[in-house]
């Protein structure tokens, strides 16, 4: 059964989902597809090959940073994982916190902590550079 | 006139137990988890920002045998997470997907432990030497 014949057989015809519930929906199959490669990827790196987590140190970091295309693949990552996680935790709010006034507050804050670490992650992504650093 | 959403057509396709409830309970569970150590991660990785020094202590920190084994957890939640939402996306767009959907979940499990209990020896290995 399509996902629409779904809602047309269960939700009365005001509670159709609005665009941006149908847009979310495509977005995390999109995004989940993407995020299967790039996070697997990252966690084989990380934490498998080559002595895994035990190797990695400020130097580790600073050599794969040196080139683009890490930079690229982490920020990839990163942004794809906070927008798939936030409309993740955006699904599980609406689930769980019934209260308008709770669940308004829980939203608020979710959307600015992934605001703020989105930001801050893309800073230090994009700006770090190791032959400007103390010590 | 259709009838109540309770009644014995409808009732048969709400989760009572079964393999779809602890799938959707385990993949809201890893998924929230997961962006929990998102959210930490982004903060322990941008101290590359304070020089070498600031970096390597939180490094060590993780590295500890204390943080083994939730290093452990975390890759077993994002294997199993990966694996079920793909069987998530089978299940939609696929028009039989929901009639395989018990095989579907048994070869999510299969995937997910072949991916991790290797990884999971790699990752404690360091602890025993």
Redesign the interface.
Known sequence: ?S?AGAYD??LRPDTRPSGFQVWSWFFM?IS??A??FL??GH??IM??LDG???R????F??RRWAGFFWRAYDWLL?AL??LH??I??RN?IADHIRKPLWRGAAKTLLYS?VFF?LG??TL?IV??DASR??? | MEPPIDSPPYRRTFYKGGSGMWSWILHRGSGLAVLGFLFLHVLDTSLVMFGPNAYNTMAKFYESALFRPLEVLLMFLVIFHAFNGLRVIIVDLWTRGSRYQAQLSRLVWAITLVLFLPSAWIMLRPIFE
């Open positions: 059964m996902v057989r269960h199959r989940g597809l995020l299967v996070v697997l966690m084989l934490h498998v895994g987590v035990d990695i140190d400020y130097n970091v600073s990163l994982a906070m996680g936030a993740g935790a599980a902590v670490l801050v992650g230090v700006t770090f650093m103390p010590g």
